[in-house]
């Protein structure tokens, strides 16, 4: 089993800044790709941010193409999010895809509990 914890979510004006950690713990001594979705109130969770196990390989969300920047190291990534806009407002998900067929990611195995971003006008 695997376990990942988000955090670093919160309340931020447009304009702002924000970082969200994932931590993964357990049984992860094996390759496996992250990423990063996000669902708002009333809206299908979508596809934000991916990156490969090496950290060589990222994807992005054409919503969040230069805003946003994910990296990881030491059993966690980060998605830095700048020049937030009120529409970046979700809950936010990491996830984990240990099967690596498929860049970027299709199916991932392993699902944080989220993180909330609020992002003010």
């Known amino acids: 089993q695997v376990q990942l914890v988000e955090s670093g979510g919160g309340l931020v004006q447009a304009g702002g800044s924000l970082r969200l950690s994932c931590a993964a713990s357990g049984d992860i001594f094996r390759s496996y790709a992250m990423g990063w979705f996000r669902q708002a109130p009333g809206k299908e969770r979508e596809f934000v941010a991916a990156i490969s196990w090496s950290g060589g390989s990222t994807y992005y969300a054409d919503s969040v193409k230069g805003r946003f920047t994910i990296s990881r190291g030491n059993a966690k990534n980060t998605l830095q999010m700048n020049s937030l806009k009120p529409e970046d407002t979700a809950v936010y998900y990491c996830?984990?895809?240990?099967?690596?067929?498929?860049?970027?990611?299709?199916?991932?195995?392993?699902w944080g509990q989220g993180t909330q971003v609020t992002v003010s006008s």
């Open positions: 996830g984990a895809d240990f099967r690596n067929v498929h860049w970027p990611p299709v199916n991932y195995d392993y």
